[in-house]
């Protein structure tokens, strides 16, 4: 079955980086594009980052975009968000998800949390 | 970042109908079929319901159904069960990005 487990994240001071890491398995990885989805507290998800399956094209929010770097390694079958210049808007819990399906969110892992505070 | 549009909550008795609307506009949904659905409890990651507007990923119960008309998109909960009280997320595609809706509580009385 797909399972994805994300990794990296934790408490920052504003302006320090991060790096998430999330592991996929159950799926052929190098088939599909991945996404990273943040989701603030009681708030609605929100997708900052997309990376087609070969890494050749990424595309990220406004929000992020200049700040947040997607990336992945098909031969270990995982996925990267580096994050960089962090502020405490960028609080959320981060999912990394796997579109199956264009255009869709099929699979979630169970999140990291990155919190931004001095 | 837009958001779609969706009710703070709806609530209904086991077993009844439930539908929550999800209002954009002609830059998402009314243009894409990149409709899709999620349910979230709390605590835990958001899950897929339906894709492509109205289909249904395996493993999905046929009570949950979707639909589209213009720039509204519509989800429809049948035969209301006691562990259909979760969130609930529209999202669309939008060129070169996706906006989700705001969250809808289900509630079961």
């Known amino acids: 079955q797909v399972q994805l487990v994300e990794s990296g994240g934790g408490v920052v001071q504003p302006g320090r980086s991060l790096r998430l890491s999330c592991a996929a398995s159950?799926?052929?990885?190098?088939?599909?594009?991945m996404y990273w989805v943040r989701q603030a507290p009681g708030k609605g998800p929100e997708c900052v980052a997309v990376?087609?399956?070969?890494?050749?094209?990424?595309y990220y929010a406004d929000s992020v975009e200049g700040r947040f770097t997607i990336s992945r390694d098909n031969s270990k079958n995982t996925l990267f968000l580096q994050m960089i210049s962090l502020r405490p808007d960028d609080t959320a819990m981060y999912y990394c998800?796997?579109?199956?399906?264009?255009?869709?969110?099929?699979?979630w892992g169970q999140g990291t949390l990155v919190t931004v505070s001095s | 970042q837009s958001t779609l549009t969706q009710p703070r909550s709806v609530s209904g008795s086991p077993g009844q109908s439930v539908t929550i609307s999800c209002i954009g506009t002609s830059s998402d949904i009314g243009t894409y079929n990149y409709v899709s659905w999620y349910q979230q409890y709390p605590g835990k990651a958001p899950q897929l319901l339906i894709y492509d507007v109205y289909q249904r990923p395996s493993g999905v119960p046929d009570r949950f159904s979707g639909s589209k008309s213009g720039n509204t998109a519509s989800l429809t909960i049948s035969g209301l069960q006691a562990d259909d009280e979760a969130d609930y997320y529209c999202c669309s595609y939008a060129t070169r990005s996706f906006v989700f809706g705001t969250a809808t509580k289900v509630t079961v009385l």
């Open positions: 998800s796997v579109e199956i399906h264009g255009g869709t969110f099929d699979y």
């Open positions: 159950g799926f052929t990885f190098s088939r599909y594009g």
């Open positions: 990376i087609s399956n070969d890494g050749g094209n990424q």
